[in-house]
């Protein structure tokens, strides 16, 4: 990926039950410090999202690195940067608190 | 506030997306155009920038492609009922717009309209 460049990933959820599971999604940028540099444009996170029983779906998102990263002397080094989702189930009319807000 | 278990470290705040949420595509419509996709993704080491004409394809599929109802679960309160509406699996937005204006400047003709 080229910072600037618009780009696209996949993931790919299964609900393995025989329930339908209403999931909600938050994700991980490391190392920490790119994660500033990390623009999503779209992506199926921070709603919730209903899976059926043994339903399994792509989930896209489509972000772009910020051009900046690459004049960053701290970010000399990052060659990688991997980002991870961990979907929660949603509890009916839960909200997904941002961390770090209260 | 937080939650104090991370002695030392900055709180990561993650970051809504710009532009909202992709809907689920439930029935895998797009799922072609994201296994060329990824198809071109394999054979190119995945090296993002070699697929972006794919990208913008699998992003025009999303747009022109509507689910019914949007999300099965009523949003928080006020509930409303669910109505079956056309939901697009992408809003439209001008592909320019996304960061394809290099790749659309390329090719001033149309790509062949799906009919």
């Given amino acids: 990926v080229v910072p600037g460049e618009t780009a696209l990933a996949f993931y790919k959820a299964k609900n393995p039950t025989d329930k339908p599971i209403i999931g909600i999604s938050t994700y991980n940028v490391v190392p920490f410090e790119a994660g500033q540099y990390f623009n999503k444009i779209?992506?199926?996170?921070?709603?919730?999202?209903?899976?059926?029983?043994?339903?399994?779906?792509?989930?896209?998102?489509?972000?772009?690195?910020?051009?900046?990263?690459?004049?960053?002397?701290?970010?000399?080094?990052?060659?990688?940067?991997?980002?991870?989702?961990?979907?929660?189930?949603?509890?009916?009319?839960?909200?997904?608190?941002?961390?770090?807000?209260? | 506030m937080s939650t104090a278990m991370n002695f030392g470290a900055k709180n990561f705040k993650p970051r809504p997306p710009d532009k909202g949420a992709f809907p689920l595509d439930h029935f895998g419509e797009c799922s072609a155009s994201k296994e060329r996709f990824?198809?071109?993704?394999?054979?190119?080491?995945?090296?993002?920038?070699?697929?972006?004409?794919?990208?913008?394809?699998?992003?025009?599929?999303?747009?022109?492609?509507q689910v019914p109802g949007g999300s099965p679960f009523p949003p928080a309160p006020p509930?409303?009922?669910?109505?079956?509406?056309?939901?697009?699996?992408?809003?439209?937005?001008?592909?320019?717009?996304?960061?394809?204006?290099?790749?659309?400047?390329?090719?001033?003709?149309a790509k062949p309209q799906k009919s």
């Fill in chain 1, 42 to 102: 779209q992506c199926f996170c921070f709603e919730e999202q209903r899976l059926n029983p043994q339903e399994e779906v792509d989930m896209p998102v489509f972000f772009y690195i910020d051009p900046e990263f690459a004049e960053d002397p701290k970010m000399a080094k990052v060659d990688l940067i991997t980002l991870s989702y961990t979907f929660f189930e949603a509890k009916e009319g839960q909200h997904l608190p941002l961390p770090g807000y209260q």
């Fill in chain 2, 38 to 65: 990824m198809e071109c993704l394999r054979r190119n080491d995945f090296q993002s920038g070699a697929c972006r004409e794919l990208s913008m394809a699998y992003l025009q599929c999303r747009m022109e492609r």
């Fill in chain 2, 79 to 109: 509930r409303r009922p669910l109505v079956f509406v056309g939901v697009q699996l992408m809003a439209n937005e001008p592909l320019e717009k996304l960061g394809f204006k290099d790749l659309i400047d390329e090719k001033p003709e």
